[in-house]
Nanobody, 129 residues
């Protein structure tokens, strides 16, 4: 059973940076996708990014492109979400999720919660002055 543990959430001021980590264990597949999602109070779940364990290729939502990056350390089974130039609108509970990679395309499913089978408990990011 895949287990995911997020960490790194905090209260920061606008313009500051944070790095979230997602430590994963229990994979049985050769390749997998890790997605980051977020949910703000009263809003729907939003896909933030995804990354493929096969080649590290990643996709980012338009709302964070240019400010956030995601990376994977396969040796540590850990995925990172580097968040720069944070805005109050980035305030949310951030989740990482794991799912099988489409072996035909090797592209991670961006922003599609139904394609992810395992979810972490979330880590809170609050951006406020």
């Amino acid at each position: 059973q895949v287990q995911l543990v997020e960490s790194g959430g905090a209260l920061v001021q606008p313009g500051e940076s944070l790095r979230l980590s997602c430590a994963a264990s229990g994979f049985t597949a050769d390749y997998y996708a890790i997605g980051w999602f977020r949910q703000a109070p009263g809003k729907e779940l939003e896909g933030v990014s995804c990354i493929s364990s096969a080649d590290g290729s990643a996709l980012l939502a338009d709302s964070v492109n240019g400010r956030f990056t995601t990376s994977i350390d396969n040796a540590k089974n850990t995925v990172y979400l580097q968040m720069n130039s944070l805005k109050p609108d980035d305030t949310a509970l951030y989740f990482c999720a794991a799912g099988l990679l489409d072996l035909a395309t090797m592209v991670c499913p961006m922003g599609l919660p139904d394609d992810y089978d395992s979810w972490g408990q979330g880590t809170q990011v609050t951006v406020s002055s």
